[in-house]
């Protein structure tokens, strides 16, 4: 009898993975833990590791496929295969559901209540919709608006537990969210997705909705054109912008600023004994002014909380840096900045820019941001207009640093000038706090003592 493995809730309420590539094929024997394939979720690239021991009799999803969580992507055959039992050391495991959970994710013994909730949230989403009441709001008929919505038996709460049952509706939260507001029972929906999901397009084709123009009608490329699934980390990043662009209220300011005793700052890091070995840049020192600016105006460390109507302030600074990968943008972050120390700061730095181009960018990295810097000086570009990254009130921009003519001391000299521009979400941040925040970190790249005195 075969034992299937089941494709589990990589965390953050992921509903679906593309199966990048598989690192073993049938017949081959698995120990506890071996990497089986990698995954590609719609914020990084995880490693698989199998919590079955036994020999592979089937691979049910191929390379490139995306597949939905909860769904069987591979198959150990006969009675060797044994699946590790975590519950053996903590009695109350199978009770609470961690003795399915895949080995090293998932809820430890002292955080299972938030494993409960992230199972809970990852089954709502793909569990049948609830037939639309007149008498209730879109957001009190949301089946993530209540705890009690998402029955912890569902057959997605389980990453081995048995697979989806084709009488469910299957849907993303955003497609969900339409089909509420345009009044349509998602039920009554033929679904073209993966594995019989609903996607946009078929809510838009069932409610008479135009759909956006396809340049060609039958997805067929033509000589002069290629064409690639819209997946992965990408696919998310255009959700998010899209989403954020339209829903806060975006104001872009810009600051020049004469940055020469910065760059000779970081020439002098960079000899200095304490610094050897670590990568300094002139980012290093502006995401360091970022932080101390971002204390003295706590307002660009907030994030709007539509739901409960409140502005809720961070007391750590979470620093974002958006990355440009093979696979899109990313914007992993490091955790309480204002702790580290300038030499902590540039190994952090240089450590989640090699993870993210590798590929190896941990999922918990690219959540519980609170602020982010991008640098588009890297490709030579003088100032942008960027927009906030989804849950975070502001995103810093550095431009290139040039030599250029510049007035110094009362006289024209050729100084090392940058652009630095702020994007602020106007509901939490007035034009006079983000107006300081910018000044107070061109003040600082101006005259970078501070940074010495605080690293």
Known sequence: MATDFLLPDLGEGLTDAEIVRWLVKAGDEVVLNQVICEVETAKALVELPSPIIGIVSALHVAEGETVLVGAPIISFGGAEATIHDPSATEPDAEEDGRSNMLVGYGPGASDHRSGHRRQRASAAELTPEPPLSPSLSPSLSSPLSSPLSSPLSSPLSSPLSSPLSPSRVLAKPPVRDLARRLGLDLATVTGTGSNGAVIRSDVEAASGSPSAPSVVSDRTASADETRVPISGVRKRTA????SSAFTAPHVTEFVTVDVTATVELVDRLRAHPAFEGARVTPLLLIAKALAIATVRYPALNSRWDEAAQEIVTYRAINLGIAVATPRGLMVPNIRDVNSLTLRDLA??????????????????????????ITNIGSFGIDSGTPIINPGEAAI???????????????????????????????????????????????????DPLELIALG
């Open 239 to 242: 959700a998010a912008m899209v």
């Open 396 to 446: 810093l921009c550095s431009g290139a640093i040039r030599r250029q003519p510049w007035e110094f001391r009362g006289e024209i000299a050729l100084r090392s000038v940058m652009t630095l521009s702020v994007s602020f979400d106007h509901r939490l941040v007035d034009g006079a706090a983000g107006s300081a925040f910018l000044a107070e970190i061109g003040r600082i790249l101006a």
């Open 347 to 372: 190994d952090a730095l240089s450590g989640l820019a090699t993870r993210a181009r590798d590929g190896k960018t941990a999922v918990a990295e690219l959540s519980g941001g609170t602020i982010s």
